[in-house]
């Protein structure tokens, strides 16, 4: 589509009615009845499959949330072996689970769910063991859910999360726009017509553009993905790509039809009727063999000129066969050989790897081969979109070349992907001598990427300037060295840089270096295990650290996935009583702050992020009010922050004292204290600062006053400030309840600074 339609785009989010294939031969899960379903209560049964029988099972799961995670979701798993049934607790830390054996007696629940064992059972019959569950839904966990399942036998296989169902758990959201529906809530064939219809809040005539999405995760790409313009009577089916300028688009009357690799739409047999409040939109699909398995349908709505619109609901389910039941998902990697050098001395270098798939979100592990001098860390969760780091390390090695392998594996059966790593350890170079660049912190880079960055050689002491070539686009500014084997600098990448190869040298008092090739890309930003899944009115979520050290925010806000080193916004849908502030962000991570207003409306928000190469596919995350137990804060007073800096670093000192009321008194030994130093300015500059020190244990009373003093050290220089700063403050009970947020102003900040 031209730019110039009047047809306005809307990105992916939230499930609305699911497909999936009939996959008897792979280990996982293999049916939901119902598939579609709503109430308070409901009885839920799950089979899963084991090709050598369900007793090689090991664990089974079941998650009911609005998006896949398990903080604040009804997150269940079965053990086989002990006929036990454990759920998670609310943060979704798996560490902390309760249970009992399923022996008819009983509960088991959290804050979301509670499952009645008198009238739940797990019975295996051949490869099929079958999970049946009695789950009464909470109403503080209203709202229209997915439900996920996954599987693992006993040689630890993993058949990966599947997109199995949808249950509406009332309250249900009653904005306008709205979906309303679509029938038939479920089915099984290739061939289907269905029916969606979608509200507005006074006359259907008010609706300009409603879509219905059908993939297997929340993205349009390889998806049967469509939009509705009612103005025209057009559909348009977005491409594989997901990109909706390029979709095609048919008017609804004749026998035109248009297609992708998904699934295909005819006119022939489609309507687009308004009644009332009403807009019902009936469109036959064919969907192709190839784009079987477990699909979500997600569906949302806009009114004239985009002045509202919906989140996405999840509606319904549907099993599609198709090829997939026997095709395993199969992952890519960014790069299949790693070659690099380092000064022997304990030089260390960290490469990021890309880990991609063809099936969209797929798990994986991984397995690395070589001595101490080369590790690795996942950019959790280990799930594609994602990243692998593997970390060199010179350490004391004499000089020589060293090798090693890792290796990837796709959950699933997908072929597995290797990457061999060489890394060779040079010789010290006499002091005095020529300067020379032996490795970059990153030699693959992107466009947007504005931040710290360094370089490793021999003899860059006393470094002037680097350079580039070409140049144009590329800023390196603060250049410093550190001794002579390591060079910082502040490298900036705009859109006008060319993609491709570069040079770069450093230039000493003794010479220039002969130049070091590394590559510039536009990137294609990707985002999944977006965190956390729910939040509340008048909270801050942080992933922020201070500029060089600090502690992060272990309430976490960000995301993982590839191409976000050049991240340079963060894009929220609807924004209202929503502020996000994006960090410079590492290639597998997407880090920053989001602000929720007090006046923020509960519901379903889309997220993406924003690079000069164009926005991520979104994910979502639920508004949702605060839990009554979460403790209220009514004052607060900042004394100004003092240090004791040194050349190397320094300690600064934060206090003052809050007045707090907590109904259910737990804020005891594990509470924490958050502040966000220049909040609510959208600096470059904003420093989060934690601590859980003694004076937060009060005792369980259920008001008081909070005397707080704690130090946090620096690596970096501290540097004293004098104004006005805005501080924004958070407390967190025992049970991980935050309370709403407060600002008070520091009139003197003590600062880590470059």
């Not at 300690?651 to 259910?664: N, P, R």
Request: contains cysteine; neutral net charge; hydrophobic residues 35%.
């Amino acid at each position: 589509m031209r730019s110039r339609t009047p047809f306005v785009l809307l990105g992916f989010t939230l499930l609305c009615g699911l497909t999936r294939v009939h996959a008897q031969s792979l280990l996982g899960p293999s049916g939901l009845s119902p598939a579609v379903s709503s109430g308070s209560t409901q009885v839920l049964t799950v089979t899963f499959n084991a090709p050598g029988g369900y007793q090689t099972l090991d664990v089974v799961n079941v998650l009911i949330n609005t998006a896949l995670d398990g903080r604040q979701a009804c997150y269940l798993a079965y053990s086989r072996q002990s006929n036990s049934l454990y759920i998670v607790a609310d943060n979704g830390d798996s560490s902390q689970i309760s249970g009992k054996p399923m022996d008819g007696l009983g509960t088991v629940g959290n804050s979301q769910c509670t499952v009645l064992l008198t009238s739940s059972s797990a019975i295996g019959n051949g490869n099929t063991l079958t999970l049946t569950l009695n789950v009464t839904l909470a109403t503080s966990f209203g709202g229209n859910k997915v439900i996920y399942a996954a599987a693992r036998d006993l040689s630890q296989n993993n058949s990966g999360w599947q997109t199995m169902g949808a249950h509406g758990v009332p309250p249900l959201p009653a904005a306008f726009p709205s979906p309303a529906g679509m029938t038939p809530s479920s089915g099984n064939t290739a061939n289907q017509t269905i029916t969606f219809n979608y509200k507005d809040r006074t006359a259907a005539t008010n609706l300009q553009t409603v879509w219905a999405l059908i993939n297997t995760a929340i993205d349009g790409r390889a998806a049967c993905y469509v939009a509705y313009y009612r103005p025209g009577n057009q559909l348009y089916l977005y491409p594989d790509n997901g990109d909706g300028n390029q979709a095609t688009n048919i008017v609804l009357t004749g026998n035109n039809t248009i297609s992708n690799s998904q699934c295909s739409i005819s006119a022939q047999g489609a309507s687009a009727q308004t009644n009332g409040d009403t807009l019902t939109v009936t469109l036959p699909f064919t969907f192709k063999p190839a784009f079987g398995g477990y699909k979500g349908v997600w569906l949302a709505a806009q009114t004239t000129g985009g002045a509202e619109t919906s989140p996405w609901q999840a509606l319904g389910a549907e099993s599609l066969p198709g090829q997939a039941a026997t095709t395993p998902p199969q992952i890519t990697v960014s790069r299949t050989r790693l070659d690099y050098q380092l000064v022997t001395g304990n030089q260390t270098i960290t490469v990021p790897i890309n880990v991609l798939s063809d099936a969209g979100s797929v798990d994986f592990t991984v397995a690395l081969t070589g001595d101490t001098w080369v590790s690795g860390s996942l950019s959790p969760p280990a799930r594609t979109p994602g990243v692998v780091y593997i970390i060199l390390n010179s350490q004391t090695r004499a000089p020589g070349n060293l090798t090693g392998n890792l290796r990837i594996t796709p959950a699933g059966g997908g072929t597995p992907q290797n990457v061999d790593i060489s890394l060779t350890i040079l010789a010290a170079a006499a002091a005095g001598g020529s300067p020379q660049i032996v490795a970059l912190d990153q030699d693959d880079l992107l466009w947007g990427r504005s931040g710290p960055f360094g370089l490793y050689g021999q003899n860059v002491d006393g470094a002037k300037s680097v350079t580039f070539s070409p140049a144009q686009g590329l800023k390196a500014d603060t250049v410093a060295s550190i001794g002579s084997g390591r060079v910082t600098m502040n490298l900036a990448i705009d859109a006008t840089a060319a993609e491709g190869p570069h040079t770069m040298t450093v230039t000493t008092g003794r010479g220039t270096s002969t130049p070091f090739s590394f590559t510039v890309r536009k990137g294609q930003p990707q985002i999944v295990g977006l965190g956390p899944a729910v939040v509340n009115p008048g909270r801050f979520y942080s992933s922020r650290r201070n500029p060089l050290s600090g502690d992060p925010g272990v309430f976490a806000f960000g995301a993982n996935g590839v191409d976000l080193s050049g991240i340079t916004s963060i894009q929220v849908d609807p924004p209202d009583g929503v502020t996000a502030l994006t960090a410079p962000a590492v290639p597998g991570s997407l880090q920053g702050v989001m602000f929720i207003s007090d006046t923020a409306a509960p519901g379903v928000r889309r997220l993406s992020a924003v690079s000069p190469a164009g926005r991520s596919n979104e994910l979502t995350f639920e508004i949702r009010s605060a839990p009554a137990t979460a403790p209220i804060i009514s004052n607060l007073t900042l004394n100004p922050a003092t240090a004791s800096p040194s050349t190397s670093g320094g300690t600064v000192t934060y206090s003052g004292k809050l007045d707090f009321s907590d109904t259910d008194g737990d804020i005891t030994a594990g509470a924490k204290i958050f502040l966000i130093v220049d909040a609510g300015l959208g600096s470059e500059v904003v420093t989060l600062v934690t601590d859980s020190g003694p004076y937060l244990e009060q005792g369980g009373k259920h008001s008081g006053t909070i005397n707080f003093s704690f130090q946090k050290s620096y690596t970096s220089q501290v540097i004293h400030v004098t104004g006005t700063f805005p501080v924004a403050c958070m407390i967190q009970d025992a049970a991980g309840n935050l309370s709403n947020t407060v600002r008070a102003t520091l009139s003197t900040w003590d600062v880590p600074s470059n």
